[in-house]
Every structure is written in C-alpha cells, then in structure tokens.
C-alpha cells in the first residue's frame, strides 16, 4: 500500500471487553513497531516485530496485552480485559531493511469508558 | 526515564515569526528523527538526520552529535504549521528503536 493504515481510526469499549487493533504496513517493510501513546506524552515502544518474528515485546505494559504478525506482513495488537488506563492512541510504523526511517500510521484512538 | 527531552513543551508564536525548538538526549544515538503530529494522531516524518543540517521548504534541522542535541527551526510561521512536534531518537539495533520526547506543541495565531 502506498502508507501505513490502521484500523479502526477510533475505538470505544466498555472496561473488561477485549479488543484487537490492525495495523497494515508498507509492502515490503521488514519490519514493524508498535507504540502507545497517552495524553500529552510522547510514544512509547511496545512491541516490535522482524517479518513474522516478534523480536522485542519489553514494551507490553502487561499479559493482557499480545501482538502478533504470523505471515510477516499485517499485524494484530489485541487488549484483554480492557482497564482505563489503556486509553490512549496506539501507533504502528513500519521501515524496510535499506533504510531505518520509520513510516508511521495515522493511529487508533481507544477510549474504554 | 525518558532520555530524550524537548524543550518548549509549548509554544505559541505569531504568524511569520522565526521558530525553533530543541532537542537534548543522553544515550548514544546514531540519527534523529523530527516528526510531526496533527490533531488527528497521525504521524508524519519531516526529517532523519545524523550530521548537520537538512532543509525541506520553511523547516531546517540541525545535529550535533557530539552535544547530543538538535533542533528544528520554522521560517515564516504560518497557523498550517500548528502540531505537535517531536524528536525521536534512534539508537540502532537491527532495524532499531527510537526513544521519543514528548514532544513541542506549536501553536501559530494569524
């Protein structure tokens, strides 16, 4: 594709469900970060993946959170059980082995009420 | 810890002023990247450097990567240039890491 895109844009759910947010990258990038986002602040690293491989996951602020590639291209993070405190906005972006600038998509806003 | 800080965390100029903003970090970053981000979340690349200096249009970066500091600067402000504004640091690795600030909210009046 010609970006990186992420769905759903916006995403509100009731404390305790389960959600899961799709990030498609850039044909042929190698590989994939997740960032989370909150209010005022910077991104910060959760997860990153090479191809199928989820290489870093320091990031996962707890066993409710998992994220998975399994062919190497779209990528899945889904919440457990969702708490307030995992509002925020979670970014993915991607880059190819040629160069590290990492392309960014626009970001899914998730709101649990 | 956040090892990548930004200074101001906000700024309000006027239409046509000169802007700069600044980036200080501590680790043994190889690149910088300045990024820019709109109300709506998205995030967009402006410029990844790792020496000197870059222009693009009304932006110019700068690196110093012996004192571990940047800046961006805007000329010629204009309200389209409202966002928040953010360094990001990147420290390598495979395809690496970037350690974010928490980046400069810029507001520019007409």
């Known amino acids: 594709g010609a970006g990186v895109s992420q769905s759903p844009r916006y995403k509100v759910a009731k404390r305790g469900q389960d959600v899961a947010l799709r990030c498609d990258p850039i044909s042929g990038h190698v590989s994939l970060f997740w960032y989370q986002q909150a209010l005022g602040q910077g991104p910060e690293f959760l997860t990153y993946?090479?191809?199928?491989?989820?290489?870093?996951k320091s990031g996962l602020p707890s066993d409710r959170f998992f994220a998975e590639r399994p062919e190497g291209s779209v990528s899945t993070l889904k919440i457990q059980r969702t708490q307030q405190e995992d509002s925020a906005v979670y970014l993915c972006?991607?880059?190819?082995?040629?160069?590290?600038?990492?392309?960014f998509g626009q970001g899914t806003r998730l709101t649990v009420v | 810890k956040n090892e990548v800080e930004q200074s101001p965390q906000n700024l309000t100029a006027q239409e046509g002023e000169f802007i700069t903003i600044n980036c200080s970090y501590s680790?043994?970053?190889?690149?910088l990247h300045w990024l820019q981000q709109h109300p709506g979340g998205g995030i967009v690349s402006l410029f990844m450097?790792?020496?000197g200096k870059k222009k693009h249009g009304r932006l110019i970066a700068t690196i110093n990567i012996q004192e571990k500091h940047s800046s961006l600067h805007i000329t010629a402000s204009h309200p389209r240039d409202s966002a928040v504004y953010i360094c990001a640091g990147y420290y390598g690795g495979s395809q690496g890491n970037l350690i974010f600030g928490k980046g400069t909210k810029l507001s520019v009046k007409p």
């Open positions: 993946f090479q191809n199928e491989a989820q290489l870093d």
């Open positions: 450097l790792s020496s």
């Open positions: 972006a991607s880059s190819s082995p040629s160069a590290p600038e990492a392309f």
């Open positions: 680790v043994g970053i190889s690149a």
